[in-house]
C-alpha cells in the first residue's frame, strides 16, 4: 500500500466478529523465493508495494520489506537469502481481533496470513498507515 491513505475498499479494524479472511487481500503480490534482489528492486518500483513474499511453489518462504533491501545488495544474489523467514503468522479464520492484537503488540502494518497447514500462502493483512482499518486490493 502507499505511504498516502489507503484508496482501496477498507475493512474498520475494530469489526465485530469479523475474521482474517474477512480484511485480507486474499492474493497479495509474491514471487518465487529463487528469484533474485534485482526481482525484488522490480517489485518494489510499484510504490504500492512494501513488502515483498517468497514462496516456494504455494508455500510461505519469507518477507522482505522495502526498507529493509540495502542499496549494496548485489542484483544476482537469492532473495531468499535474505528474506526474513521466522515472521508471526496468522490463520485466516481466526477472529480479527487476535491479528489486531498481534499487530498492536508488534508495531508492525502487515500479517502474513497462512492455510490450516501453517506453510500455505493464504493473503496478507495490511493495516492503513493511520491503524484504522485494513487496506484490501
Same mark, same amino acid.
Given at each position: 500500500?502507499?505511504?498516502?491513505?489507503?484508496?482501496?475498499?477498507?475493512?474498520? !479494524?475494530? =469489526?465485530? %466478529?469479523?475474521?482474517? $479472511? +474477512?480484511?485480507?487481500?486474499?492474493? @497479495?503480490? /509474491?514471487?518465487? #523465493? *529463487?528469484?533474485?534482489?534485482?526481482?525484488?528492486?522490480?517489485?518494489?518500483?510499484?510504490?504500492?508495494?512494501?513488502?515483498?513474499?517468497?514462496?516456494?511453489?504455494?508455500?510461505?518462504?519469507?518477507?522482505?520489506?522495502?526498507?529493509?533491501?540495502?542499496?549494496?545488495?548485489?542484483?544476482? !544474489?537469492? =532473495?531468499? %537469502?535474505?528474506?526474513? $523467514? +521466522?515472521?508471526?503468522?496468522?490463520? @485466516?479464520? /481466526?477472529?480479527? #481481533? *487476535?491479528?489486531?492484537?498481534?499487530?498492536?503488540?508488534?508495531?508492525?502494518?502487515?500479517?502474513?496470513?497462512?492455510?490450516?497447514?501453517?506453510?500455505?500462502?493464504?493473503?496478507?493483512?495490511?493495516?492503513?498507515?493511520?491503524?484504522?482499518?485494513?487496506?484490501?486490493?
Amino acid at each position: 500500500m502507499s505511504e498516502a491513505e489507503c484508496t482501496n475498499p477498507k475493512v474498520d !479494524r475494530d =469489526a465485530e %466478529e469479523q475474521l482474517v $479472511r +474477512d480484511a485480507m487481500v486474499s492474493s @497479495p503480490k /509474491a514471487m518465487a #523465493a *529463487e528469484g533474485t534482489v534485482a526481482d525484488l528492486r522490480a517489485m518494489f518500483e510499484n510504490p504500492h508495494v512494501r513488502t515483498a513474499l517468497l514462496v516456494d511453489g504455494d508455500e510461505f518462504a519469507g518477507v522482505v520489506h522495502r526498507d529493509d533491501l540495502g542499496d549494496d545488495e548485489p542484483d544476482e !544474489r537469492a =532473495a531468499g %537469502e535474505i528474506a526474513d $523467514r +521466522d515472521v508471526p503468522t496468522i490463520g @485466516p479464520d /481466526a477472529p480479527l #481481533a *487476535e491479528a489486531v492484537r498481534m499487530l498492536d503488540q508488534s508495531g508492525d502494518n502487515r500479517l502474513v496470513v497462512v492455510g490450516e497447514d501453517g506453510r500455505t500462502l493464504a493473503g496478507l493483512l495490511c493495516l492503513t498507515r493511520d491503524r484504522s482499518g485494513f487496506c484490501q486490493s
